[in-house]
C-alpha cells in the first residue's frame, strides 16, 4: 500500500494526473502539436542514445538471455491477448487482433514511468532495458495482424514499413547505434542536454498524455465492463510473465519489474499507425480506448508499482 | 485563353497520404497542393491519436483524369478510412501545363 502511495506521488504521475483533471475541468491548456512531436523526438532519441552506450558497457553474455526472453515475451503476448481480448472480452476476429496488436508491443512513456517508479521505490535497474524495448516493440505488432488473417491488400508491407521506419523504432535504433560507437566518453558532451532534463520533459510528455487519455477515458463507459475488466487483466497477467522471466534470464529486481510493466503495457503510437494501415476495419474505438483510455492509466497509478513488489517477492525464486 | 478543367479536392485523415498522393500522380496529374487542416466528419476518431489533423490535396486535372482518380478512391479508400472527395469545375489559363500530353 505504501508503495502504491509513494508511486502515485511522483512528478511523472502526478503530472499525468494533472493532464486528465485539465480535461475534466475543461481548461483551455493545450500542449502544441509542434511541441508534442518535439518532445518525444527528444525522449526517444535520449532513450536511444542512453540504451547505445549501456550496451557497450553491458558484456554480450548477460545480454543474450534478456533479449532472448523479450523477443520470445513479444511473439507469445500477442495470442494470449488476443484469447483473453475474445473469449473474455467478447470482441470478434479484427478487432481482437487489432487490440492483441497492441498488447504484443510496447508503450515507451510506460517503460520510462516503470524506470523512474523503480528508482523511487529503491530498485536499480539494468541499463541495457532500451534495447529491449525495441526488441519488444516490433514482433507484437506483427503477429497481431497475422491473427487477423485478412489484412488489406498491401497493408502487411505498408504495415511493416510503418513500424520500421516510423519515428519511435528509427530514434530508438538510431540513437542507440550513436550512443553505441560513441561510448560513455564521448557521450558526455551531450549528456547535459539528454540526460539531465530528461526527467523534466518526461513530465510535460505525460502531462499531454494524460489529456489525451481523458478523452479515451470518456469513450470507456461505451465500452463497457467487459473491456475494462480486460484492459486491468492483460497488464498483470502479461506483466507478471515478464517479470519472472526477466528474473529468470538474471535480470535485477528492478530490471524484471520495468521489464514486466513493458510486457504488460499496450503501444499506442506504433502500433495504432501500423494497425490502421494494414487492418483498417479495425475500429480504432476499441483498441485506442483499451491502450490508452484503460491499459496506461492502469498501469501508471497500479500496474507499476504491484509489479515493482511482485518482483520484490519474486526475487528469492530465483537465487 | 482560358480551358476549362475539373479541380480534385480531398480531404483525408493524414495517415493515408501518401498512398493519396501517389494514386494522384499515377492518374498523371502534373502537380498538386497539400495543405494541413483540421475539422470533424462522420468518423471523429483518428487512429494517429497523437497527428489530430488531417490532410486536404488539391490538384487540377482533365475532367476524365478527376473522374479516374474518384473512381479508384471510391474503390479503394472510402469504405474504410476517413476520406471525402469532391470535382469542381475551374478555368485556367495555360491549360496544358495541367494536363500532360499522352
Known amino acids: 500500500m505504501e508503495l502504491l502511495v509513494q508511486n502515485l506521488v511522483s512528478p511523472v504521475v502526478l503530472a499525468f494526473v494533472l493532464g486528465l483533471l485539465a480535461r475534466w475541468v475543461k481548461s483551455d491548456l493545450e500542449i502544441p502539436d509542434a511541441l508534442y512531436q518535439g518532445l518525444s523526438i527528444y525522449l526517444l532519441f535520449a532513450i536511444g542514445l542512453k540504451g547505445g552506450v549501456a550496451l557497450t558497457e553491458t558484456p554480450i553474455s548477460q545480454l543474450i538471455a534478456p533479449c532472448a526472453v523479450t523477443l520470445l515475451l513479444g511473439l507469445l503476448t500477442p495470442f494470449s491477448a488476443y484469447l483473453i481480448l475474445t473469449r473474455l472480452g467478447k470482441l470478434g476476429r479484427i478487432n481482437g487482433a487489432a487490440a492483441a496488436a497492441h498488447y504484443g508491443s510496447v508503450s515507451a512513456v510506460t517503460f520510462l514511468a516503470a524506470i523512474d517508479a523503480a528508482e523511487i521505490a529503491g530498485r536499480d535497474t539494468d541499463d541495457f532495458l532500451p534495447a529491449l524495448v525495441a526488441i519488444l516493440e516490433v514482433p507484437g505488432i506483427l503477429v497481431g495482424l497475422l491473427l487477423a488473417r485478412k489484412t488489406r491488400r498491401g497493408g502487411l508491407q505498408a504495415a511493416v514499413h510503418e513500424i520500421v521506419t516510423g519515428k519511435s523504432i528509427f530514434l530508438l535504433v538510431g540513437g542507440m547505434a550513436i550512443g553505441a560507437l560513441c561510448g560513455a566518453e564521448k557521450f558526455a558532451s551531450v549528456s547535459p542536454f539528454f540526460v539531465d532534463p530528461f526527467k523534466g520533459v518526461l513530465c510535460l510528455f505525460l502531462l499531454e498524455l494524460g489529456m489525451v487519455a481523458a478523452g479515451r477515458i470518456q469513450d470507456v463507459r461505451r465500452a463497457g465492463w467487459r473491456l475494462v475488466f480486460v484492459g486491468c487483466l492483460l497488464p498483470l497477467l502479461h506483466g507478471m510473465a515478464g517479470t519472472m522471466a526477466g528474473l529468470a534470464a538474471g535480470m535485477t529486481t528492478g530490471g524484471a519489474a520495468v521489464l514486466g510493466a513493458m510486457t504488460g503495457s499496450a503501444s499506442y503510437i506504433a502500433a495504432p499507425a501500423a494497425v490502421r494501415i494494414a487492418l483498417p476495419k479495425a475500429s480504432p474505438g476499441i483498441y485506442l480506448t483499451l491502450s490508452l483510455g484503460i491499459t496506461f492509466p492502469f498501469n501508471i497509478g497500479i500496474g507499476i508499482p504491484l509489479l515493482i513488489a511482485f518482483a520484490g517477492f519474486c526475487e528469492k525464486l530465483f537465487p | ?102
Open chain 2, 1 to 102: 485563353m482560358k480551358t476549362l478543367l475539373t479541380q480534385v479536392t480531398i480531404v483525408s485523415e493524414s495517415l493515408i497520404k501518401d498512398e493519396l498522393l501517389s494514386v494522384v500522380r499515377r492518374h498523371g496529374a502534373s502537380g498538386y497542393t497539400l495543405s494541413r487542416v483540421e475539422g470533424e466528419g462522420s468518423r471523429s476518431t483518428r487512429a494517429h491519436e497523437i497527428e489530430r489533423h488531417n490532410v486536404r490535396i488539391e490538384t487540377i486535372v482533365s475532367p476524365q483524369t478527376a473522374d479516374a482518380i474518384l473512381g479508384e478512391l471510391a474503390e479503394r479508400y472510402f469504405e474504410d478510412f476517413a476520406v471525402i472527395a469532391w470535382l469542381t469545375e475551374v478555368n485556367v489559363l495555360r491549360g496544358e501545363k495541367f494536363v500532360s500530353e499522352e
